[in-house]
């Protein structure tokens, strides 16, 4: 297992995510336990000592099976980290109740990782509202040892994430991105990532396959890269981009089988960043299959300047892209239900103003009227 080092510590380089556990029936629900601990204990016994689970996590009985699971070792021997569940606003005064609910479903006396679970658009204005106390509290239990390091998750634009470093940056010792090859452009994860360097703050990586889409890519794709690195796997090709990306310490995976669990480690027993020419040709790939597929908008907003309705179209043809490429998710529907109601696409009075002045000739219309019946907005 490859370490890196953070503050005084040795992380392992994989860390395991705990959102992905194996259920039972595939009700996410219902943990398979006996599984779950034979992979933890795998996890454990190869070299990984970074555990990451949260509140919501399988219906909130991840950090419960964490705890059962990780009891039986030195508590010393591991790092553990959850997360404060801001994505749901109505948590927002409740953070000293959740925080001791979660130090007993989780059998500890400590966090050594803490983080503001999933700041963005929705919930940007109540993290950072003095009312709740949030930053305070959780500072305070810094000082009295039940969090060693305090940090956050972010799924918002960059515009977001800088606004929470300008406010918070200077208590927040990592941020924990959505960082792969895929949204290197597609998600402005470059720019996110430049963003966390200039600030000198440690990037944890969550979705580094993409939730298994980059475990499994196109024919052609597969065959470029293979004559790259004839003897790489396709998912460590993911790894060993994030492997170059400076700034990354800590990469989760959310692995949900043993196999899955031994390929990952079988790759991270060596350090192989890509190339700075084979880094280039794995995003200029990526960057041409997320073009072909997706909506060719290319945000010049004609269209805006001619909706009666004035709807962002342009950053609704973005979510729709990323819904529709990526095979749904969360992540479009909470970027517009972050939006006003009157902004969403439900909104869209197919009167084709915008269409007769996009260049791109896109039937924003029916893309916006097929985009709201996929996410009811």
Same mark, same amino acid.
């Given at each position: 297992?490859?370490?890196?080092?953070?503050?005084?510590?040795?992380?392992?380089?994989?860390?395991?995510?705990?959102?992905?556990?194996?259920?039972?029936?595939?009700?996410?629900?219902?943990?398979?336990?006996?599984?779950?601990?034979?992979?933890?204990?795998?996890?454990?016994?190869?070299?990984?000592?970074?555990?990451?689970?949260?509140?919501?996590?399988?219906?909130?009985?991840?950090?419960?099976?964490? $705890?059962?699971?990780?009891?039986?070792?030195? /508590?010393?021997?591991?790092? @553990?980290? *959850?997360?404060? =569940? %801001?994505?749901?606003?109505?948590?927002?005064?409740?953070?000293?109740?959740?925080?001791?609910?979660?130090?007993?479903?989780?059998?500890?006396?400590?966090?050594?990782?803490?983080?503001?679970?999933?700041?963005?658009?929705?919930?940007?204005?109540?993290?950072?509202?003095?009312?709740?106390?949030?930053?305070?509290?959780?500072?305070?239990?810094?000082?009295?040892?039940?969090?060693?390091?305090?940090?956050?998750?972010?799924?918002?634009?960059?515009?977001?994430?800088?606004?929470?470093?300008?406010?918070?940056?200077?208590?927040?010792?990592?941020?924990?991105?959505?960082?792969?090859?895929?949204?290197?452009?597609?998600?402005?994860?470059?720019?996110?990532?430049?963003?966390?360097?200039?600030?000198?703050?440690?990037?944890?990586?969550?979705?580094?396959?993409?939730? $298994?889409?980059?475990?499994?890519?196109?024919? /052609?794709?597969?065959?470029? @890269?293979? *004559?790259?690195? =004839? %003897?790489?796997?396709?998912?460590?090709?993911?790894?060993?981009?994030?492997?170059?990306?400076?700034?990354?310490?800590?990469?989760?995976?959310?692995?949900?089988?043993?196999?899955?669990?031994?390929?990952?480690?079988?790759?991270?027993?060596?350090?192989?960043?890509?190339?700075?020419?084979?880094?280039?040709?794995?995003?200029?790939?990526?960057?041409?299959?997320?073009?072909a597929g997706g909506v060719p908008?290319?945000?010049?907003?004609?269209?805006?300047?001619?909706?009666?309705?004035?709807?962002?179209?342009p950053d609704l043809l973005a979510?729709?892209?990323?819904?529709?490429?990526?095979?749904?998710?969360?992540?479009?529907?909470?970027?517009?239900?972050?939006?006003?109601?009157?902004?969403?696409?439900?909104?869209?009075?197919?009167?084709?103003?915008?269409?007769?002045?996009?260049?791109?000739?896109?039937?924003?219309?029916?893309?916006?009227?097929?985009?709201?019946?996929?996410? %009811?907005?």
């Amino acid at each position: 297992m490859i370490y890196r080092d953070f503050q005084n510590l040795k992380l392992s380089g994989l860390g395991l995510g705990m959102m992905r556990l194996p259920t039972v029936d595939g009700d996410d629900a219902a943990i398979d336990e006996a599984a779950a601990a034979e992979m933890i204990d795998l996890a454990y016994q190869s070299g990984i000592n970074y555990f990451d689970t949260a509140w919501g996590y399988h219906a909130g009985h991840s950090e419960e099976v964490a $705890g059962r699971c990780l009891s039986k070792y030195p /508590r010393e021997s591991f790092y @553990l980290a *959850t997360k404060f =569940p %801001g994505y749901d606003n109505s948590n927002m005064p409740k953070v000293a109740a959740i925080f001791e609910e979660q130090l007993r479903k989780c059998r500890t006396a400590y966090f050594d990782f803490y983080l503001f679970h999933n700041v963005y658009e929705g919930n940007i204005d109540d993290y950072l509202n003095p009312e709740f106390g949030i930053l305070d509290y959780l500072l305070e239990q810094k000082k009295n040892g039940r969090i060693r390091y305090l940090g956050f998750s972010c799924h918002g634009s960059i515009e977001v994430l800088r606004r929470f470093l300008n406010a918070y940056g200077a208590h927040m010792e990592f941020c924990q991105l959505q960082l792969n090859y895929m949204d290197w452009h597609f998600q402005g994860c470059d720019k996110k990532a430049e963003l966390l360097q200039e600030r000198n703050i440690p990037i944890w990586v969550m979705e580094p396959l993409r939730g $298994g889409k980059l475990a499994r890519v196109s024919d /052609r794709t597969a065959a470029q @890269l293979k *004559t790259m690195r =004839p %003897g790489e796997t396709i998912p460590g090709w993911a790894f060993r981009f994030l492997q170059a990306i400076p700034g990354v310490t800590m990469v989760l995976s959310g692995m949900s089988s043993m196999e899955q669990l031994r390929e990952n480690l079988k790759t991270w027993e060596t350090d192989a960043p890509l190339t700075a020419c084979e880094l280039s040709a794995l995003v200029d790939l990526q960057d041409q299959e997320t073009k072909a597929g997706g909506v060719p908008c290319t945000a010049c907003h004609y269209c805006t300047s001619h909706c009666p309705q004035s709807l962002p179209i342009p950053d609704l043809l973005a979510h729709y892209n990323e819904h529709k490429l990526t095979g749904g998710g969360f992540l479009a529907p909470m970027a517009v239900g972050s939006m006003p109601a009157d902004k969403r696409p439900a909104n869209c009075m197919a009167c084709r103003s915008c269409e007769q002045v996009c260049p791109q000739q896109i039937e924003i219309s029916e893309i916006l009227h097929e985009f709201s019946d996929m996410i %009811g907005m």
